[in-house]
């Protein structure tokens, strides 16, 4: 694998043209273990305005005839696609320097990524191209102007710019929601593990399940990228915090409408209570998550613990345990050796690149503790760095606060109050994750709500969560990952946010008629269709509006009294006129909520076997007006929402429910949601 890498653009392998590198020559990539030279990696001659373009026509034209649901589909199978062929994921991984366990923090992480944003967007997102946002705001008293919020996917395309750590995870964690949000996506991967990402690409181009233009790679440069963004599109930058600031000075940020999102490097911390003394569990804990953080991936993560600070009277027990752990468990060397549990860092330059940082900090008032700055395997060849421990005597030393040593690295400094623990997490000016180990509730509390405004995440570490806890350097994609200030202040993952990230918030008014033919959603107000009973109606037959009326019932005393015996529901207001009356809010004795909810069901369901399968919940139920005894109650159900599942020969029907009494006063509303088989025929739930 020594030739030139592959790009993916315009739905076709590219490789520079020989004239091109001969004025730009190719970057050499070479195993971080042996140093040999694994590949050539350069985009000279690629025609990005031309990727973009693509991306913005082709790709955005097939993603947008997908609903949500379709895409989540998609990535699933992707997810699969993937599976079966990651062992030579695997295979190329060792050659970053990655153990098996860093290539399964990459590597099936990223993948667990795509299965976690399937099932949310089939659970969370309509089976629609539209997104609803929030209520209905009503707009006028008769209810013909109404308005509400709506999300749609940006016009543009989804640039990611990645870090060299994480060349699958990085990759997906971006791409994932994007491609949920119907965006099309250029992939950017760092040059160092390039041919990790490009074989990732490989694996979905070849399962066939990739819509045209909708994923694309650039294995080389991309510094023209803003020259070619315009409105509408989002480029997401993972790096250094000092490119990522002069990225968003970039006029197409500025002023042309270009979105620019930014995870940067951050100055970690991880809190020890001052409860977690030496034998506690949460003292275990600490340790142990310490010296994973400076090992997993050879400390080059992001989310890496930078600064342990501990009970100043503990420092030198934190610092003897770490010693003793990593000597116990910590075996630096080559990744396919089974025996090793540290590998190489990504090149013999970020070795380098990190010990300059460490004598940064030394220089700033850093004492080493642990490590001699170099393994003694293979030093020459492969890029090996022994862990290394470092401590402060002044906990305020600005190197400590403000220099990443990218790599196997963390500094030890001591407090002497919570608030004073507080305050040193907050000299990181802004970090990406806190974790706090302590089973002292009311110190945690304390300082969570003090640290929590300067971190995109903090993680609590007691013996309670420590087993199943997923531990402080690992991002969730159902949780944020990203923090305030230095750490970038943007906003990755987070569940189906960060799908929203792709698309714009608009706000529409009009009448019920037009926000029903724009969301694909009945408004009451909107035009009806009584004919054949809506229950008797399959998903291919049945239509937004379709909606049934019922006659009449009165609801007698008897009705009352009976209910409450019959379900023990003999609260005072149904069973007691005196006290009733005295209730503010009833008149006398009132029928309960739940009689009228049976009631009505009685009134509108359709008893013959049918299209209608079950009950599948209630949403927004609300009791308006009371019902006394002597009153009239009827219900009209109209199909408010259609839910087909991709998977399923059935689907979802959100019914608009609203029950009045024979004055037309509302009594309740509420939407019923059942089952309904796609065919007439009634499917198997």
């Not at 895409?71 to 997810?79: H, N, P, S, T």
Request: charged residues 20%.
């Amino acid at each position: 694998m020594s030739g030139i890498l592959s790009s993916y653009v315009a739905d076709a392998w590219w490789q520079p043209a020989a004239e091109d590198l001969a004025d730009a020559p190719a970057a050499e990539v070479r195993d971080a273990v042996t140093g040999d030279l694994v590949t050539l990696v350069s985009s000279a001659g690629l025609d990005l305005a031309g990727a973009m373009a693509f991306a913005r026509d082709t790709g955005q034209a097939t993603l947008g005839a997908l609903t949500f649901h379709q895409r989540a589909v998609i990535l699933k199978q992707l997810a699969l696609a993937l599976t079966e062929r990651k062992a030579e994921l695997y295979e190329l991984s060792t050659r970053t320097g990655a153990t098996k366990t860093d290539s399964w923090v990459d590597i099936d992480g990223g993948i667990g990524v795509l299965f976690t944003y399937s099932g949310k967007g089939r659970r969370e997102l309509p089976n629609a191209r539209v997104q609803l946002d929030g209520p209905v705001e009503p707009l006028s008293k008769d209810g013909s102007f109404i308005g509400r919020h709506i999300r749609t996917t940006l016009p543009g395309v989804a640039v990611q710019i990645n870090a060299f750590n994480f060349p699958v995870w990085g990759a997906l964690e971006k791409l994932a929601p994007a491609f949920l949000a119907g965006m099309p996506t250029i992939i950017k991967p760092a040059t160092p593990g390039a041919y990790l990402a490009e074989h990732m690409v490989r694996i979905m181009v070849e399962s066939g399940l990739l819509p045209a233009g909708s994923v694309q790679l650039v294995s080389g440069s991309i510094r023209t990228v803003f020259d070619h963004a315009q409105l509408g599109d989002v480029v997401s930058f993972t790096g250094s915090a000092s490119t990522a600031e002069s990225l968003r000075l970039h006029p197409a940020v500025q002023t042309g409408g270009v979105i620019f999102g930014a995870e940067t490097d951050s100055i970690n911390a991880s809190v020890l209570g001052p409860d977690a003394e030496p034998g506690t569990p949460e003292f275990d804990g600490y340790v142990r998550q310490l010296v994973t953080e400076m090992t997993t991936k050879a400390g080059q993560k992001c989310t890496a613990i930078r600064r342990a600070i501990v009970p100043a009277p503990l420092v030198d027990a934190v610092a003897d345990a770490v010693r003793d752990r990593i000597a116990a468990k910590v075996v630096v060397g080559d990744p396919r050796d089974e025996a090793t549990t540290m590998g190489a860092l990504a090149s013999l330059e970020q070795r380098d690149e990190v010990l300059r940082q460490v004598q940064k900090l030394t220089d700033g008032g850093g004492r080493v503790l642990l490590g001699d700055g170099q393994a003694a395997t293979a030093p020459d060849a492969g890029a090996f760095l022994d862990p290394i421990l470092l401590s402060f005597d002044d906990a305020e030393a600005p190197r400590v606060h403000d220099t990443e040593a990218f790599g196997p690295v963390s500094s030890l400094i001591g407090y002497d109050t919570p608030a004073r623990a507080a305050a040193l997490v907050a000299l990181g000016g802004g970090s990406l994750v806190t974790s706090v180990a302590s089973a002292n509730p009311e110190f945690v509390a304390q300082l969570t709500r003090r640290i929590a405004s300067g971190n995109g995440r903090v993680l609590t570490l007691d013996r309670t969560s420590a087993r199943a806890s997923t531990g402080h350097g690992s991002p969730l994609p159902n949780l944020v990952h990203g923090g305030p200030g230095r750490a970038g202040g943007g906003e990755e993952l987070g569940g189906v946010r960060s799908v929203f990230h792709y698309m714009q918030r608009t706000a529409i008014q009009g009448s019920p008629e037009m926000l029903t033919a724009i969301t694909g959603v009945w408004h009451a107000g909107a035009a009806t269709r009584d004919d054949t009973h809506p229950f008797r109606k399959s998903l291919q037959d049945l239509r937004v509006g379709d909606r049934v009326v019922s006659e009449p019932r009165v609801i007698t005393l008897d009705d009352i009294t009976h209910f409450a015996n019959f379900t023990g529901d003999t609260f005072y207001a149904h069973t007691d006129e005196e006290a009733a009356a005295a209730n503010p809010f009833f008149p006398g004795r009132v029928a309960h909520g739940y009689l009228l909810l049976s009631f009505a069901a009685g009134l509108f369901v359709s008893p013959e076997p049918g299209p209608v399968l079950a009950n599948y919940g209630l949403e927004s139920l609300r009791f308006i007006t009371p019902v006394s005894p002597g009153d009239a109650v009827r219900v009209a159900l109209t199909a408010k929402q259609i839910v087909p599942r991709e998977t399923d020969e059935y689907g979802e029907v959100h019914w608009d429910a609203v029950l009045t009494n024979q004055n037309d006063e509302t009594v309740a509303t509420y939407d019923v949601l059942t089952l309904v088989s796609k065919t007439p025929e009634p499917a198997a739930a």
